[in-house]
């Protein structure tokens, strides 16, 4: 069973949002300090997986061999810089689809519990939104940090207004990271 697990957000998490969506790998740009932050995870042992809502896919944006160029490009350079995604899950539907797998529901999180064995309970969610965090909560993850490098003060309100508690607010992805390596093995 895996019990050093991470689990990130992708966008407003590892690289700029955008509310046009990031529909192509012209158009990703990573956060500062993200790719620094994905090398100490990967160096302290643990196994990152990042879990995205991609509705870009059903709004016809972009398509999934698209978005999966994105992504074999991000762990590339994820790689290159010394660190290691371990899988990536999406979900590429509507925010009214009402699908199992689309932040907040816990659907993403089930997936990579199914193909990992992943001990939930000790794994960490990092993002940058509300639906993140209530999404590591309904999942039953053990801990939660919000990043600062998206829709931080959304959130926080938000998430007040759920009574939904966070272990740690972050600066960016690096602050995370460090709070990361404080954990107990």
């Known amino acids: 069973m895996l019990k050093k697990v991470v689990f990130l957000d992708r966008d407003g998490t ?7 969506y990031i529909k192509d790998w012209s158009e990703f740009e990573f956060l500062p300090r993200s790719i620094e932050a994905l090398r100490h995870l990967t ?8 879990i995205t809502n ?24 994820v790689k290159s810089g010394g660190g290691k995604i371990s899988d990536i899950f999406f979900c590429p539907h509507l925010p009214d689809d009402n699908c199992d797998c ?26 940058d939104s509300a639906r993140d965090i209530e999404s590591a909560h309904n999942a039953g993850c053990g801990y939660s940090i919000l990043v600062k490098t998206g829709n931080y003060q959304e959130a926080r309100l938000h998430l007040a207004d759920m009574n939904l508690g966070i272990d740690y607010v972050a600066a960016d992805l690096c602050d995370a990271a460090e709070w990361c390596m404080g954990l107990s093995p």
């Open 54 to 77: 991609q509705s870009a896919v059903a709004r016809k944006l972009i398509s999934v061999a698209g978005l999966e160029n994105i992504h074999s490009n991000m762990k590339a350079a």
């Open 43 to 50: 160096a302290a042992g643990f196994t990152i997986i990042v």
């Open 102 to 127: 689309r932040k907040p529901s816990p659907g993403l999180f089930l997936q990579a519990y199914q193909k990992y064995q992943i001990d939930l309970p000790a794994s960490v969610m990092v993002g």
């Open 14 to 20: 590892i690289n700029r949002d955008s509310a046009a």
